[in-house]
């Protein structure tokens, strides 16, 4: 089974040397190896180990989160398995690239697969709890046939560690253009309504976590926000995001208690800043334009042509 793996760069930092390592070590070695680079500056493109990779450059500007993937996925179009990584998420030990593809190998019905998030070594209370809550240590198949088991989280899905079967990807009709996140879990939605499975493989792990304050939160949820309103056809089909919020809450809060008590501020400020944002981005439409790149976590997404009411 022929695989491409697609990473998106732009100034990748301190873990890019790691992530570059663990993907050498691995036992599977993907056909092809391509680069994104959105003109970094900071030596991204000299890290050493990228001697067999292929690098496509854009000018930051023309970056979108569906399109550039999209772009490189019709540059590079020859594989079986489309495999996308960021550039903050290092794989976990040398056989789980192995591990994401035999899913594909072992079930054919499989359209769509993602890996398991671990936090960074690191990582602060609340992160660590985000990781284990939303990337649970059991594998799950998810379909039609068991959304109303899986709800929403039947098309959960992250492009930090994702694998699409090239079949099913251009019968879901790809990654969309115009987005302003989430052009992952709308191709998911399309591919499960399409009759393929989604596969969730908690034994193909990455380490992929981030510590963002209140306001970084309530900038990403307000984005969240303007993906949920700008996509409601996958809420239609799946059911909506507010109960598992709740047991979100619940679960951090509990979390806290019993590993850092001293996180609970930031849990109740991080989970206001959060609703807050969410509900914001819900209503963009009725919102300033200075008011929506100033509450956005991707600002550059309002300058877009193809944006309106923008």
């Known amino acids: ?60 500007k023309d970056f979108d989160h569906g399109g550039t993937r999209q772009m490189a996925v019709e540059t590079f179009p020859g594989a079986d398995l489309y495999i996308f990584l960021t550039q903050d998420a290092i794989l976990s030990d040398n056989k789980t690239l192995e591990r994401l593809v035999q899913v594909f190998t072992d079930h054919p019905d499989v359209g769509v ?8 070594q690191h990582a602060k209370t609340l992160e660590a709890h985000a990781r284990l809550f939303n990337y649970p240590a059991q594998s799950q198949m998810r379909s039609l046939a068991n959304s109303k088991q899986y709800g929403i989280k039947t098309v959960s899905c992250s492009n930090s560690f994702a694998a699409y079967r090239r079949t099913a990807f251009e019968e879901g009709g790809g ?15 399309n591919i499960v309504l399409n009759g ?16 963002y304050s209140p306001i970084e ?41 019993k590993h850092n008590w001293l996180a609970l501020p930031k849990a109740f400020s991080t989970n206001l800043a959060k609703w807050l944002g969410y509900k914001l981005g819900l209503h963009y439409k009725r919102l300033p334009k200075n008011w929506k790149v100033n509450f956005s976590m991707h ?5 877009k042509t193809y944006l309106i009411n923008g």
Not at 32 to 57: A, E, F, H, M, R
Not at 113 to 120: I, K, N, T, W
Not at 175 to 189: C, K, N, Q, R, Y
Not at 231 to 241: D, L, M, P, V, Y
Request: aromatic share 14%; glycine share 8%; with cysteine.
């Open 113 to 120: 697969a993602y890996g398991r998030q671990l936090p960074h």
């Open 217 to 257: 939160e309530f900038k990403r949820y307000f984005d969240i926000g303007v993906f949920h309103a700008q996509n409601a056809w996958i809420f239609a089909h799946f059911g909506h995001a507010e109960s598992e919020g709740l047991k979100y809450v619940k679960s951090e809060f509990k979390y806290a208690l």
């Open 1 to 60: 089974m022929k695989t491409i793996l697609y990473i998106p760069t732009l100034n990748a930092g301190t873990l890019w040397p790691k992530v570059v390592t663990a993907i050498n070590q691995q036992s599977l070695v993907p056909d092809q190896k391509v680069i994104i680079d959105s003109g970094s500056t900071d030596g991204t493109l000299q890290c050493p180990g990228l001697q067999d990779y292929q690098i496509l450059t854009i000018d930051k």
């Open 175 to 189: 990654f969309p253009s115009g987005t302003i996140l989430g052009e992952d879990v709308i191709a998911a939605g």
């Open 299 to 303: 600002k550059a997404y309002w300058s």
């Open 196 to 211: 393929w499975k989604l596969a969730y493989v908690a034994e193909a792990a990455v380490y992929h976590s981030h510590n």
